[in-house]
């Protein structure tokens, strides 16, 4: 898990890292109340997104990156084969989910479409992970 929570934090650095080249800027201000809830307060829906992006990825880090494990199709390269994930209701084993996702999921079809759309967010990949 430790090898998929380094990966997964270098793939959100590099992913804020190039949005500070973006054309918009966005600012929030982050309170927490003293159980820690997370209250937002920004000057237009942007910045509001970014805000709850920013303290949902401090709270849920692990999350984020076993769902970045599971949705990329490699769960079983970081947490074994033999491992368990939980797709809907039903424990199903890594090996099962990554062959779904890779199967429902075309990344280079994704990121042709991301390109054609001048999108692209952070890096040459458009913003949507591993070089596939």
């Known amino acids: 898990m430790g090898k998929a929570v380094v990966l997964a934090a270098a793939g959100v650095a590099l992913l804020w890292g190039g949005a500070a080249e973006a054309k918009y800027r966005y600012a929030a201000t982050i309170t927490r109340t003293a159980h820690g809830v997370p209250h937002i307060v920004a ?3 942007r910045g509001a997104g970014y805000g709850v992006g920013y303290a949902y990825a401090q709270d849920n880090l692990c999350m984020i990156a076993e769902e970045f494990a599971t949705v990329a199709g490699e769960r ?3 947490f074994g084969a033999k491992g ?3 797709l809907g209701f ?3 084993d890594n090996l099962s989910s990554d062959l779904f996702f890779r199967s429902a999921i075309d990344l280079p079809a994704l990121r042709r479409g991301a ?4 999108g692209g967010g952070a890096g040459a990949d458009g ?3 591993r070089g596939v």
């Open 76 to 78: 079983s390269l970081h």
């Open 127 to 129: 913003g949507l992970g």
């Open 115 to 118: 390109k054609a759309q001048g």
């Open 84 to 86: 368990s994930a939980t």
């Open 43 to 45: 000057q237009d829906w």
């Open 90 to 92: 039903q424990s199903v």
